[in-house]
């Protein structure tokens, strides 16, 4: 008992105890509790056992108190305002530290290869671990329909268009895994989408994150990285900046499916969850179960209402004409939207509006 003492165990010990407890280090703590008490019992046969016991114990709690309440705390304050440099984001490692989060994910970006082939199973199996933790996880892109898309397009060189795929590339992917999380770790997944270039990319973990900026003529991903503490001065400001747009998003659901109303003559409403394109300013949707409801009645005698129209009046209801220029436009936009085929488009054409 008098022996080597267990001070550094006990630190171990205390720093265990200021981090979120995860199943590996309750098995850790329990082996040893089991080990400790095992120990004791040996070396109660030992002359003065009570005396020795009470001796190293006062000891080993007067160093606990002075590690978790002086030291800790001071440490801790030094390492929030270092600054460590990666000369990349490196996916697969940034995925690595997801999977063990258990309190706040956030991605902010234009787009991502993390979402990419390469990356995102990975990454999915983190975000599962770090939901099933209670993590919460929010992603914010650019909105693929934004004039943000065009400007961030001009400042890499390239056509909006090129990076427009990318943003609908992710948000397939997302969208799929979405479906595959049980209802209990989906509510914990949130994706939305802003219409204003943030300037700025965020790939935060727990209290940590690495931070970078939009440059001119090069990803953000193939810059500098900077790993910071989300308490530092620099990781306040991005994370100021996220909310900032997550306040101003829309959520992902409304830029892949509209939910729309049709009311006909006879005040008969019907509902429908359509996927829908936006071209030249005029929106088009495109559901079978809507078509088929629409074969069935005249559409003079047609209205069609949704929340997330700008115009509440009831708007006019037309089927693009299958042989059409249009339509063909309408495939070739859907197929890049969705990345899947539709055959038989309907406008949903906003009611003039007479002014005095």
């Known amino acids: 008992m008098n022996g080597r003492s267990p001070i550094p165990r006990l630190r ?40 020795n016991l009470t001796l190293n114990l006062g000891t080993d709690i007067v160093g606990v108190v002075i590690t978790v309440f002086v030291i800790g705390p001071l440490i801790s304050r030094a390492q929030e305002g270092r600054v460590r440099e990666h000369t990349r984001l490196d996916y697969e490692w940034f995925s690595a530290q997801v999977y063990g989060a ?64 990318d943003i609908l590339r992710n948000l397939r992917t997302l969208h799929r ?10 509510q914990f997944l949130e994706v939305r989408l802003c219409s204003t270039t943030p300037g700025v990319t965020l790939y935060r973990w727990d209290e940590r994150c690495l931070v970078s900026f939009l440059t001119v003529g090069r990803l953000s991903g193939e810059g500098v990285q900077l790993e910071v503490a989300v308490r530092s001065p620099l990781g306040t400001f991005v994370e100021q900046r996220f909310d900032e747009l997550w306040q101003q998003s829309r959520p992902m659901e409304r830029f892949t ?13 019907r509902q429908f969850t359509c996927r829908f394109v936006s071209l030249d300013d005029c929106l088009y949707v495109s559901a079978p179960d809507l078509v088929t409801y629409l074969a069935r009645h005249r559409l003079d005698e047609l209205s069609a209402y949704s929340e997330a129209l700008t115009i509440t009046q009831g708007h006019q209801v037309f089927v693009v004409d299958d042989e059409s220029e249009l339509h063909t436009r309408l495939i070739q936009h859907f197929a890049e939207k969705y990345d899947a085929s539709a055959t038989a488009f309907v406008e949903l054409r906003p009611p003039v509006l007479i002014t005095e």
Request: aromatic share 8%; proline share 4%; net charge positive.
């Open 177 to 186: 895994f979405a479906q595959r999380l049980d209802d209990s770790s989906r």
């Open 102 to 165: 258990t309190s706040n994910v956030k991605v902010l970006d234009t787009f991502s290869n993390l979402f990419g082939p390469q990356f995102s199973e990975r990454l999915f199996r983190g975000i599962k671990a770090a939901t099933g933790h209670g993590a919460r996880v929010q992603i914010l892109l650019l909105d693929p329909d934004s004039l943000a898309v065009m400007l961030r397009g001009r400042e890499l060189g390239e056509h909006s268009a090129d990076i427009r795929r």
């Open 12 to 51: 171990w010990l205390a720093r265990t105890l200021r981090t979120p407890r995860r199943p590996q280090s309750l098995t850790v703590l329990v082996l040893l509790a089991a080990c400790a008490g095992l120990l004791l019992w040996f070396a109660s046969r030992m002359d003065n056992y009570g005396e």
């Open 257 to 269: 499916h509209l939910p729309v109303t049709l009311v006909d003559s006879a005040a008969a409403r």
